[in-house]
């Protein structure tokens, strides 16, 4: 619970028991018409978020949750990390979650019995050939346990429903079933279905007293069978909701090693506080938060900030939580840890993200709320309607079961998970994950796509672009006496610069020049002896406390170069543009998109690269924070652009969450990855217009899936209500709409 300037208090609860996203909207609905509160329901991660006067007690929220049919607590508040065993400390994240995960895994167990008892009953049903004498007695063994222990969780659901008078999904697929099942029930056993020798043959005809010798247990088990399968992959895609915000925490250390008395003392990172002095080594992570009290070492911030080159750091600087030291011993004195931390804080950011972030409701939930008590009331009208006017009560039963079963969602519920199933495998084949339904609407009205540079735009890794030699001066010579005195520094840009300049001159780097003396500047540069010169390579602020005048700098962070007390020139280093950087912006554009280009570099690297991409210089964002990548996704969005980002650091998570659509590259970070709707598995940036384009068939295959599933129910419904559709030629109706709807999926195999 946290106060705000207003003196308005904000809780979270953790909301359990929904099943559509027309259950998050009736729990919000309740606690808004609450006194003082202000709620916001988020089917997806299963969370409400309310804002209320203090009041209100949090007892009286979780109170209305409960009456309204669901259950509702407060967040455990987290844990202390424990110390790590050294063979687990690499170990997924999401490994334990798997495991940890009854409700799929019942799901999962119910959905396998269900499919393997049902599929017997309906092919026996469906096809006479292979029925025998007494058939229907195995098919009524089989599909009881079905009906009553697979469809279970819809008749649960739909009686809570129906004692807080409210319908959904639940409600009509378990009247309908268990209508159906009710009526084969009565037909075995007080009609003629029981009979020796019956058979279920193909009957066109909508005779009146075909019900009392008409079973329909195929329907009954294969719309639980259909529906579980539904409600499984539904669940498997919305467990991974919250796994943004855990994947980023497990970027931060697990331990440390404080300073007490002068001696090192492994503690976990929990038990850090502010004030303390802790050592990190080469290759470690920066445990939290603080300022360098000793050691000079270059940080690579890429996972944090986006810059491709690692930063030097000297004693008084500041370093964030989660960057990794390259080189060099530093004793860090910690000035934030916990949530107060910036890694914490991005965390926060992407929680506020999601939890801003609607979830879009479903086409079939959407309307639900209206359909669901219309057909009720056209199979109760049926009912009566038939009683009073024909005075026939086979007649009108078995009008009334046709309307319910005609109208059971099964192609409804299969519309959405087998267009994204048959979507998604194809997708996976392409290298492109797309995590969900809710996700695909907004590919169809992205305009805008935001490209991270490092590591989307560019592969990531640095290597010398540019080359200056100021007038008058060799370039080979500049190339030979720099490559040959960073080659013997172990500093990232120094590495990058001497592969470049040997590559340049087309030598080895063991066939450059060997200093004769060398010395390592903390946080400047390097200077040396070669061939005889005193070279100097570094920033201009080396140059200039040797005395060496330096010119206009051409790019701002290259490193300048002298040699006998005077500048030579200048090298850019960078991370080189991927080969098909601009194809894919080319692609982007022709799907009517405008590629904006977003990065933590500086100004002039960032032009550099989208000139050669093919965006326009107005697009560019530089020297952009992590917080600032946010604030940037949303002034687009308020100038009323749909905004996709496309990233694979960190630092793009939260922008990620925060963007109508996110596209994380595969290549990148794990918080990068849960962040985002779509992951590009390849790491080709190509990849990203071929994921919308595929994210756009998927919706309208999904969409003219729903329109037939609801197509066929407004043609058939006023035929069975009129007594022109028995229950069976009802049933058949159903199934050829699942057929449809499957085989319609299936078409997105082709997807090129």
Same mark, same amino acid.
């Given at each position: ?139 009524? %063994? !089989? $599909? +009881? ?6 469809? /279970?969780? =819809?008749?649960? @659901?739909?009686? &809570?429903?129906? *004692? #807080? ?11 309908? %079933? !268990? $209508? +159906? ?6 037909? /075995?056993? =007080?009609?003629? @279905?029981?009979? &020796?020798?019956? *058979? #279920? ?24 069978? =259909? ?526």
């Amino acid at each position: 619970m946290i106060s705000s300037p207003a003196s308005v208090l904000t809780t979270e609860l953790t909301i359990g028991g929904m099943t559509c996203a027309s259950c998050a909207a009736r729990v919000e609905k309740k606690l808004n018409r609450m006194d003082g509160v202000t709620a916001t329901v988020n089917y997806a991660t299963e969370k409400a978020r309310i804002e209320h006067l203090p009041g209100v007690e949090v007892a009286d929220l979780i109170a209305t949750v409960v009456r309204t049919g669901y259950t509702a607590e407060e967040p455990p508040p987290p844990a202390p990390e424990p110390e790590p065993e050294p063979e687990s400390v690499h170990e997924a994240p999401e490994a334990a979650a798997h495991a940890a995960d009854p409700e799929l895994a019942s799901l999962r167990q119910r959905l396998t019995v269900s499919a393997v008892l049902s599929a017997p009953v309906v092919l026996l049903a469906m096809v006479p050939a292979l029925q025998f004498d007494n058939w229907q007695w195995l098919s009524l %063994t !089989l $599909a +009881a346990p079905v009906v009553v222990w697979g469809g /279970l969780p =819809f008749h649960r @659901a739909a009686w &809570t429903n129906l *004692r #807080h008078g409210a319908a959904t999904m639940d409600t009509l697929v378990s009247v309908g %079933t !268990l $209508a +159906a099942f009710g009526w084969s029930l009565w037909a /075995l056993f =007080f009609g003629h @279905a029981g009979m &020796t020798g019956m *058979r #279920h043959g193909f009957d066109l005809t909508a005779g009146r007293t075909d019900g009392a010798s008409s079973i329909y247990l195929e329907v009954a088990a294969g719309v639980i069978t =259909f529906i579980l399968l539904g409600r499984y992959l539904e669940a498997r895609a919305k467990r991974k909701a919250g796994a943004a915000l855990r994947t980023l925490m497990e970027l931060g250390a697990k331990d440390v090693s404080v300073l007490r008395a002068g001696t090192e003392v492994r503690i976990p990172v929990a038990a850090l506080r502010v004030g303390d002095r802790f050592v990190v080594r080469p290759g470690g992570k920066i445990a939290t938060d603080g300022t360098v009290t000793e050691g000079a070492s270059a940080v690579d911030a890429s996972l944090l900030t986006g810059e491709s080159v690692p930063a030097d750091v000297t004693a008084g600087d500041a370093v964030s939580g989660g960057l990794v030291n390259t080189s060099g011993r530093l004793v860090v004195e910690a000035t934030r840890v916990g949530a107060d931390t910036r890694l914490a804080r991005m965390a926060k950011l992407v929680e506020d993200a999601q939890n801003g972030k609607a979830a879009a409701q479903r086409l079939a939930d959407r309307v639900s709320a209206v359909f669901v008590p219309v057909v009720l009331l056209i199979a109760l009208g049926t009912l009566l309607t038939w009683l009073l006017v024909a005075e026939d009560a086979t007649a009108a039963f078995t009008a009334a079961v046709a309307v319910l079963i005609i109208a059971c969602p099964c192609a409804l519920g299969l519309a959405t998970p087998t267009a994204l199933m048959v979507g998604t495998g194809r997708g996976a084949q392409l290298g492109i994950l797309i995590k969900g339904p809710e996700v695909l609407e907004s590919t169809r009205r992205v305009d805008t796509v935001v490209l991270d540079k490092t590591g989307t735009v560019t592969t990531g890794r640095m290597g010398l672009r540019k080359a200056y030699a100021y007038e008058g001066e060799d370039e080979t010579e500049l190339l030979r006496l720099a490559g040959a005195l960073e080659h013997a520094s172990e500093h990232p840009v120094a590495r990058a610069v001497a592969a470049g300049a040997a590559e340049r001159l087309g030598l080895t780097v063991g066939e450059l020049p060997v200093p004769t003396s060398f010395e390592n500047v903390p946080g400047l540069g390097v200077r040396g002896t070669v061939d005889g010169h005193r070279v100097l390579a570094g920033r201009a602020a080396l140059l200039e406390a040797e005395g060496v005048d330096v010119p206009g700098v051409p790019e701002p962070g290259a490193v300048q170069v002298a040699w006998d007390g005077r500048a030579r020139g200048a090298l850019m280093v960078a991370d080189a543009v991927k080969e098909s950087s601009a194809e894919a912006v080319a692609r982007l554009r022709a799907l009517g998109l405008t590629p904006v280009l977003l990065t933590g570099d500086g100004r002039a690297v960032a032009e550099t690269v989208a000139a050669e991409v093919g965006i326009d210089a107005d697009l560019v964002f530089a020297e952009v924070l992590p917080e600032e990548k946010v604030a940037t996704v949303r002034r687009l969005q308020a100038e009323g652009r749909t905004v996709a980002m496309v990233g694979d650091g960190v630092n793009d998570a939260a922008a990620l969450a925060t963007a109508d659509l996110g596209l994380a590259m595969g290549t990148g970070t794990d918080a990068a990855i849960e962040a985002s709707d779509l992951t590009l598995v390849r790491g080709d940036l190509r990849v990203a217009a071929d994921a919308i384009r595929l994210s756009r068939r998927t919706l309208a295959t999904i969409k003219g899936n729903l329109g037939w599933a609801f197509g066929y129910n407004c043609a058939a419904l006023p035929l069975a209500a009129l007594g022109l559709l028995n229950p069976m030629i009802a049933g058949l109706a159903m199934a050829f709409s699942s057929v449809f709807v499957v085989t319609n999926s299936l078409r997105l195999r082709r997807f090129k």
